[in-house]
Every structure is written in C-alpha cells, then in structure tokens.
C-alpha cells in the first residue's frame, strides 16, 4: 500500500489565482481527499449595511467582486427594488441586460485567458485578453468604468447609451465573433490542450445536482440550469436555451464558457435590435421595510441577494450568496482520485472566485 | 422561458424541531439547496434556508433563540457545511451532525462571531 502524504497547497501559488488553501492527502501521485480552507480574505462588507444607507450599499456590494461587479449591483438592486415593489423602466432594464451580458463575456475571456497561462500557454493567454480589452473598451465608453462601472442604483441605471451607439456596440461584437472564433479552435482543437482537459475532473449529472453545483460547473456536467430563465430583466423577452454539454471534465467546462461567449454577443444583438425608448430609471419613494430574495445568473452561476428593511435607510440584513460558495463542495469531490499534476487546472474550471465568496 | 417567476416569494415559518423534517421532504420533492443564512432582525435571530426547484423559490424560515444548538442538514445536504461552519463563525450558532466541522476556523475574523458578540462571550469561542 502506498503511503498517505497531505500536500498543502494555497493559498499562494504560482497557477493560483485565487487565495483557497487545500490540504491534498495523495497516494503516489494521486489525490484521495482535497480539504478546503478558506478565510483569509473575509471582509465583512454584508456588515456594513448597518453604516451605509441602502441606496449607497450598491456601490459596497459591487465591490464584492472585481469581475462580475456589475451583476452583484444589479442583484442587489433587484432584490431592494422587489422589497419596495418598484417597476423599472422597460429601458433601464435592456441596457442592465446588455451591460451584464458583456460582463460575461469579458469575464469569460479573462477566465480564458487564465486557463491558458495555466497550462502554459502564454500567447493563447495574451490573445484571449487582447479580445476582452475591446469589451472593457466599450464598458469603458459606456459607463466610465472598465471594472467597477456603478451604473446600476436602485430603480433603475445612471446613464443612457444611444440606439446608434447600441448599434455600433452590436457591430463591434460581431467583428470579435471572427476573432474568437479563431481563438476558440485553438482551445477546442489543440492537441496538447486537449491533453490537459478531456477526461480530467470528471462530474457527473448525478453528482453535480446531488452537490447543487451551479454555472457553467453544473451545465457542463449536463445540468441546464440557467437563472436567467426566470424572466427578470429583458431576459423575459428573449427565448433562448441553456448552453449544456455532458461529459463534466475540464474540456466541457471550458465547451461551455466559449458557446456561452457567442450565446451573449446573440443576446446583446437581439437587444439591440428590438431596445425600447423611453426612461431609464424612476424615482425611489420612501424605505425598505420587507424582505425579498433576488438572483442572478453571474458568469459563474447562479448569486442571491436577500435583504431585509426595517422602514429605515438602512437595510437590516443584506445576504450575497456568490456561484463559488456553491460549487465549493463540487470542486471537492472532482479533485478526489485526480493527478497531483491536474489540480490546478482542476481549481481553474470551477473559475474560482474566493473574493466573492468570503465577501 | 419561465417569465416571472422571479418575482415569486415563498417564505414558509418552520420550528426549529421540524427542520430536518421539512428540509427531507423538499429534497424529496426535488429541491434544490440554493443558500442558508442567518439574520439578526431587531432582537430576533433567523434562519433561512433557499431551495429551488424549476426556478421558483421556496424559502424556509426558522426563528431560533440566543445561543440555540442547530440541527445540521448535512445529512441532507452536504454542501450546506459551507455554510453551517459561516453561520457559526458569524453568529456563534452551533449545529449538531455538522459533517464537515471546521471548528470555528472557517471564516477568520478580527473578532469573534461579529455578527452576534455576545454568543462569543458565552460560548468562550477559541480565538
């Protein structure tokens, strides 16, 4: 019998984007059990909603996030504007959807792009975020940020883009369809990427529903789980399916982040083609005073946002719930009986975001 | 598409002896464990347990006393120790059964269980 070593690895390491520590116990070269830790990033921002009035606590919980800021505003925004029962504006509703859209794409380029410097593949890696400084580009020309864009307040957005430059946005997504393409069939057909990826960090269908994984953790695995049907924002007018592959290895995970890349540049055109005029945002009356609970689908997965009022500015609870939280125990159970070698591929698939998760 | 359903609010009381119970007959149902947190809603503490099943929400709600010992759902759900082992660095609530039990060490925070200080005191948290 071959002997038992645990192997800590994190929270710093070279292939580690994130700071997760896991205790590996292997055999030979084989990893029997993966015990996460977690905690060295805990910022307490839900507990600031006792200093922070509930229209200013949007710009603290996009700051949950570096990457998907945009949709933790929104999340939160959703689940203030359903406690006070406020209508947004059909407008304001399209330009979240289409701002949240290209905060996929760019976070799916980004995540990419990690993937690639994580095999090694450094000039897949600079391609991959080449193409994602377009999207922060026109983030950048729409809202003033390129991360962090604090476009989104309760009751509705900030700021108004022209349908010509709508149009010109949905032309410029269509020109990096051509460029991603190009990309995309070096992920999907090399022969040493597909090396690290087919067959390694298999999860089944079973598995992933019986650990609720959720995101493209889950749809890779065959699970088609997608909050954004379940109509809010202008997801409701559009009628589009889950992108879901079944193997449940690296190589699907990364299947479905690129399907997803072209499924977003869809949704924005569709958007486009059919943005009502009219406001952008109504006016809020009065306080908080119940509790709702919103969700999003995040490039990630599935966020919620809980938030209790008291008839006050300022919220009793806000609860975020971020995709990696969930997919935690799926990443567990698909490190158990893998190389030592694939780990950090392994983590990467998940797209890890501990930041989110210790909030 | 399932238009709407988002706006849908199922919020069910459940007694803290009838958990287990009601979280066995959801994932009998075909729920899904969405979330668990805990809240401090004035002088009251809460626990809410998010489950969905075809996009709709079903929320439990549990209202549970100052330093009251928890059944885990770990059993049920073994993802929930995620968020058993928060609930209990945050608040101080102790769960029984908890699968997987980081011990107080799952969240590092500058000072014990912020959220409810007064359950560090009485419970004499390790640091």
Known sequence: MSKRTVIPFGPQHPVLPEPVHLDLVIEDEKVVEAIPSIGYIHRGLEKLVEKREFTEMVYVIERVCGICSFGHGW???????????????????????????????????????????????????????????????????????????????????????????????????????????????????????????????????????????????????????????????AYGRLDFEPVVETDGDCYARCKVRIREVYQSIDIIARLVATMPDGEIAVAVKGSPSGEFVARMEQPRGEAYYYSVGNGSKFLERMRVRTPTNMNIPAMVKTLQGCELADVPMLILTIDPCISCTER | MAEGKHLIQKIVPVAVGDILNAVQDLKGDGYRL??????????????????????????????????????????????????????????????????????????????????????????????
């Open chain 1, 75 to 233: 999340g939160y925004c959703k689940s203030v504007e359903g406690n006070m029962g406020i209508e947004v504006p059909e407008r304001g509703e399209f330009l979240r959807t289409i701002w949240h859209e290209l905060s996929r794409i760019h976070s799916h380029l980004l995540w990419l792009g990690l993937l690639a410097d994580g095999f090694g593949f450094e000039s897949l890696f600079m391609h991959s975020w080449r193409i994602r400084e377009t999207v922060l580009d026109i983030l950048e020309r729409t809202t003033g940020g390129r991360v962090i864009f604090s476009v989104c307040k309760v009751g509705g957005v900030r700021k108004d883009v022209s349908n010509e430059e709508l149009k010109g946005i949905a032309d410029i997504l269509e020109g990096i369809k051509k460029e991603f393409t190009t990309l995309s069939k070096v992920f999907l057909d090399d022969y040493s990427v597909k090396n690290r990826l087919v067959g390694v960090g298999v999860l089944s269908t079973a598995e992933a529903a019986e650990l609720c994984a959720v995101g493209p953790m889950a749809r890779a695995s065959g699970v088609p789980l997608d909050i954004r049907l379940d109509g809010h924002g």
């Open chain 2, 34 to 127: 969405g979330q668990m947190c805990a809240s401090k809603v004035k002088d009251e503490f809460q626990i809410l347990y998010s489950f969905d099943k075809d996009y709709e929400l079903m929320n439990l709600k549990a209202v549970v006393g100052e330093g009251a010992e928890l059944p885990s759902i770990t059993g049920i759900y073994w993802p929930a120790f995620i968020y058993e082992n928060e609930i209990r660095d945050l608040f101080g609530f102790k769960f029984k059964n908890l699968a997987l039990d980081y011990g107080g060490h799952f969240f590092k925070t500058a000072i014990p269980t912020p959220w409810n200080p007064q359950a560090a005191k009485e419970g004499g948290e390790d640091e």
